[in-house]
């Protein structure tokens, strides 16, 4: 299956900031998605990402506070906007794969201070 | 909507004991049922999955799971543990075709004790 790499693998930011996240996959793919992992629970998932087209947000999260990029068929990224403590999660990227298994990669561990 | 129920946030079993992860799933139409892995400070690694067909699904690392629609279940289980097991496992699953957003339950940690 393809590979999936996602960086950075974890940062530690001031409240007010933003950070951008990239998630790269060795071949194209058609749909990416975006989740959040925040302590202790499970995974919600943010939004999914298909190229050429805007990102599909679930309920409870806005384009203001996670705007997404799909450039082409291999990359995308997620931004965290005005981060505040509340925003301290693990962020994980993953794409559709065959049989829609989705494969995910290792993961961005942010913490807001 | 698809929703899925894992019983038991921690499992704690003794090195070569039988690992037994409990999901149980809802859903309207024919699910597809996956079981994924999070070591610690490491994303999600599909250890099994279930679409169609066979029942009991054999995975990576020596788990397995059976899929019994009349107790809509899906358990994880490997007959001996091995400290190497210890994580977060997630049971989750779609409706497949046009479906493909996954729903995940709340995730069971497991650990191995020597």
């Known amino acids: 299956s393809a590979v999936i790499s996602q960086k950075p693998s974890r940062d530690i930011c001031q409240r007010g900031t933003s950070l951008t996240i990239q998630c790269q996959v060795d071949?194209?793919?058609?749909?990416m998605f975006w989740y959040r992992q925040q302590p202790g629970q499970s995974l919600t998932l943010i939004a999914t990402a298909n190229q050429g087209s805007e990102a599909t947000y679930e309920s409870g999260f806005v384009i203001d506070k996670f705007p997404i990029s799909r450039p082409n068929l291999t990359f995308s990224t997620l931004t965290v906007s005005n981060m505040s403590p509340e925003d301290s999660s693990i962020y994980l990227c993953?794409?559709?794969?065959?049989?829609?298994?989705?494969?995910f990669g290792a993961g961005t561990r942010l913490s807001v201070l | 909507a698809q929703s899925v129920t894992q019983l038991g946030s921690h499992v704690s079993v003794s090195e070569g004991a039988l690992v037994l992860l409990r999901c149980n799933y809802s859903?309207?139409?024919?699910?597809?049922l996956f079981w994924y892995v999070q070591y610690p400070n490491q994303g999600l690694q599909l250890l099994l999955k279930y679409t169609t067909g066979a029942t009991l699904v054999k995975g990576i690392n020596g788990f397995e799971a059976e899929f019994k629609k009349s107790e809509t279940s899906f358990h994880l289980t490997k007959p001996s543990a091995h400290m190497s097991d210890a994580a977060e496992y997630f049971c989750a699953t779609t409706s497949g075709g046009s479906n493909y957003k996954l729903t995940f339950g709340k995730g069971t940690l497991l650990t191995v004790n020597p």
């Open positions: 071949s194209q793919v058609t749909m």
């Open positions: 859903s309207s139409v024919p699910p597809y």
């Open positions: 993953s794409f559709r794969g065959l049989e829609n298994i989705q494969y």
